[in-house]
């Protein structure tokens, strides 16, 4: 059995390495700048459109992941819905 902050650790190591997969398909060229879930969730089937939004909304500048778990800003947000890497 596992305890709830080992599950927590475990989904943001997750979300982290998500998030720089996303930030890698748009500097390979692979995903247009700015991008929206739209864009690249053909490449992560195994993920819901609303986990990748929430893994988009998390990782940019102003985000959960950001302000509360002081990981790095890995987006910016354009415009609704619309980001560019970092």
Not at 15 to 22: E, S
Not at 67 to 81: D, I, L, P, T, Y
């Amino acid at each position: 059995m596992t305890c709830a902050p080992v599950r927590r650790t475990v989904r943001r190591m997750k979300a982290k390495a998500l998030a720089d997969q996303i930030v890698d398909l748009s500097r390979t060229g692979a995903i247009p700048i700015p991008f929206g879930v739209e864009h690249f969730k053909a490449q992560f089937p195994q993920f819901s459109e609303s986990h990748l939004n929430t893994v988009l909304a998390n990782y940019e500048r102003n985000g959960d992941m950001v302000r509360r778990a002081k990981q790095r800003a890995r987006f910016e947000r354009v415009s609704e819905g619309l980001y560019r890497p970092l």
